[in-house]
């Protein structure tokens, strides 16, 4: 399931590069975690599941499916609007009945960020500690339970409940640094099939006569000399890519930079200033997504991530403009 | 702020505490202003589920409730697709409305002080190019942040949608990144109890 592989790809190959990490850790929390990102990609299935963040709760429909590795995968909201998520390997889809619109973006390749991550692997020990956190019960099904725990306040930390049998991800936590949950999904229920029809891959809403917005512009070759940059991180973090983009929303070109410890990840987004279509400064949230906004010379600098809002006010408050560079 | 300050009434008029002045004065509004009418249902909700000591735990045994209804609905899919989905889908989203716009209130007012309006003002003059005509994103009333500026929020979801594509490979939870995007929509929620 292309949503559940690529969150877990990297922090596997990290795990997996650093034997005496692990050995320090949990040993079996490596073979778990090794387990759970071979299930999730090559499994076929279907369910059920809550996303609940503070004390809001929504319940989506997933299908998934893989063959030959072409995988595709369907996200339906089922309470409220009903809203449609569709992806495969090039393209995603999301279908708005609420405001009659589609948005597409171009899907990323699944072994993004190559920038820096022998040096994350080698280092994530200093930000996370992995445990095995026993044995319980989800959706039906006998589960272990995996701790990946923040040492410092910059990054979330995730509680992982796997099925017994296949190693799929059937709950997850992330949680702060006290070790309160921020937001959680939980599997309901859940079937583990040989086979998925192909209409239950097809989108039920009908998008006729609906708006499409589109990530026209190409993407732009990874930049080497940018007129911006982060000049300070917080610990752990490092640079994984920046490239000028274009956005579904804009036609004009987004400066991006994007950093990540190997597990939490951030975006910069850079945008100049329109009078008419001012931003507000200042936090916001969804769910455990926090995003900052500032200005920095003639532009908006937004920082988004799954991060405390502590991590976006830092990055936001050390982007830098070099005029004389680009 | 002024939002703060009308915040503060609407709170007072639920708790019965609001002078006569300004009973009549926010009444007046009240009935002007939708989005006033559902500040109002929000601090409603809000406490209500105080009263009951919503939290996590609390909605995670309203998840199991929620499974259990939707396993009792066939092709639930499909009655979405027909638009027949609020009628039948009422029992089983009237929990998570109760939940979700609460929790949208709250974190909203928590963080109503942090955010300012400003309009932008060039610190230099600069050469500006001519920006082509753009269909704009529109605001998604599903995603839930908690800043409702409409431009901002438009941007974020773009961020959003963006930045989860990027980072799926890393997050743990990148399945989440997409639930937000999917989300509940509890605007219309709240207009429709």
Known sequence: MLFFVRQVTLILFCVMTMPAFASKNDPEAKVWLERMSHAIKTLNYEGVFVYIHGKQMETMRIVHKNVDGEEQERLLSLAGTPREILRNNDRLICILPDVKSVVVEKSRPKNYLPIGLQHITKNIKRYYHFHMGGVDRMAGRDAVKIDVLPKDSY?????????????????????????????????????????????????????????????????????????????????????????????????????????????????????????????????????????YTTIVADYYVTVVGEVPKATVKFIGEYVHFNPGKD | MMKDKIGEQVSALFDDELDENEHEMLLRRLKQEADLRGALSRYQIIGDSIRHNLDVAATTSMAQTVSSRIEQEENISTLIASNKSSRILKPVAGLAIAASVAAMAVIGLQDMGDFQSVQ???????????????????????????????ETERRLNGYLVNHSEYTSSISLQGMINYARIAGYDSKNAQSNK
Not at chain 1, 179 to 190: A, K, L, N, W
Not at chain 1, 235 to 243: E, R
Not at chain 2, 125 to 131: F, H, L, R, Y
């Open chain 1, 155 to 291: 990054r979330y930390g995730y509680h992982l409940w796997l099925d017994k049998k296949t190693a799929m991800l059937l709950k997850s936590d992330l949680v702060n640094e006290e070790g309160d949950p921020v937001e959680q999904i939980m599997f309901t229920h859940i079937d583990i099939k040989d086979h998925i029809e192909t209409d239950k891959l097809e989108p039920t809403i009908s998008s006729d006569g609906y708006k499409w917005f589109k990530q026209e512009k190409s993407e732009q070759v990874e930049k080497t000399s940018s007129q911006w940059a982060v000049k300070k991180l917080p610990a752990g973090y490092m640079k994984g890519m920046q490239k000028k983009h274009g956005l579904p929303m804009s036609r004009m070109p987004v400066e991006h930079l994007m950093y990540t410890d190997g597990i939490s990840s951030v975006s910069v987004y850079i945008e100049a200033m329109n009078k008419a279509k001012p931003m507000m400064k200042g936090f916001s949230k969804i769910g455990a997504v926090n995003a």
């Open chain 2, 120 to 150: 932008p003002v060039p610190q230099r003059i600069v050469q500006v190019e001519p920006q082509p005509q753009v269909n704009v994103l529109p605001v998604a009333s599903g995603t839930h942040w908690d800043k409702q500026q409409p």
